[in-house]
């Protein structure tokens, strides 16, 4: 079943902008992730944070959770059009086989 | 990284037919596989867990019979979809996680459109 949810469901932005998308969840968690899928592709996994972290950054991404409010963002600074994508956060739940329950995705478009 | 291989990346079949796709991890041996299946603009779904020499673990909702699930070795697991309909179309996608622990990885999924 689906662990979150996402929004907003889709952004427009220009190139250069920020882009925030925010996700929440509903159970105890081991770990969030986020991960990008371009247009009928796979996932590419861009970062992970635990449970027991607040903040992360990886280049131009930076990831908050807050497990209080179970709740994470993921902030893309100075966009491209290359970031033009679906991004889906992901949690891993305790004692579940290491599977990932996905939210339900942000479609970001980046105008140039 | 490592890989994970899906075929095939699209298939087109006749309601009624089964299909199968594989998920194969290249270089890396896996207990574990997770299938997974994305409709249009949505989110992935998970399907179940696919064991090395046991049986899945479906999600609930899924019907086994439908979805047949075998993991038959440390690097391959194939999800057959049974008679299928045209409503079982959608992006199915596998991950695989290493028998050494760590991330998951995801094949690049496999587009089954059933006319």
């Known amino acids: 079943s689906q662990q979150g949810e996402e929004d907003p469901q889709a952004l427009s932005i220009q190139e250069g902008e920020n882009a925030t998308m925010n996700c929440s969840y509903k159970?105890?968690?081991?770990?969030l992730q986020w991960y990008r899928q371009n247009s009928g592709r796979g996932l590419v996994h861009l970062i992970l944070?635990?449970?027991?972290?607040r903040e992360k950054h990886s280049g131009r991404l930076r990831v908050t959770l807050d497990t209080s409010k179970k709740s994470s963002s993921l902030l893309i600074t100075a966009s491209r059009a290359a970031d033009t994508a679906s991004y889906f956060c992901?949690?891993?739940?305790?004692?579940?086989?290491?599977?990932?329950?996905f939210g339900a995705g942000t479609r970001l478009a980046v105008h140039p | 990284g490592a890989v994970v291989s899906q075929h095939p990346s699209w298939v087109i079949c006749k309601s009624g037919t089964s299909v199968k796709i594989e998920c194969r991890s290249l270089d890396f041996q896996a207990t574990t596989m997770f299938w997974y299946r994305q409709f249009p603009k949505q989110s992935l779904m998970l399907m179940a867990t696919?064991?090395?020499?046991?049986?899945?673990?479906?999600e609930q909702g899924v019907e086994k019979d439908k979805f047949l699930i075998n993991h038959a070795s440390l690097t391959l697991s194939t999800l057959t979809v049974t008679s299928a309909h045209p409503e079982d179309s959608s992006f199915y996608i596998c991950?695989?996680?290493?028998?050494?622990?760590?991330?998951?990885?995801f094949g690049e999924g496999s587009r089954l459109t059933v006319l």
């Open positions: 991950s695989a996680i290493p028998q050494a622990g760590g991330e998951l990885f």
């Open positions: 944070i635990r449970s027991n972290e």
């Open positions: 159970t105890s968690i081991n770990n």
């Open positions: 696919s064991n090395e020499g046991s049986k899945a673990t479906y």
């Open positions: 992901a949690t891993r739940v305790y004692g579940g086989y290491n599977k990932l329950i």
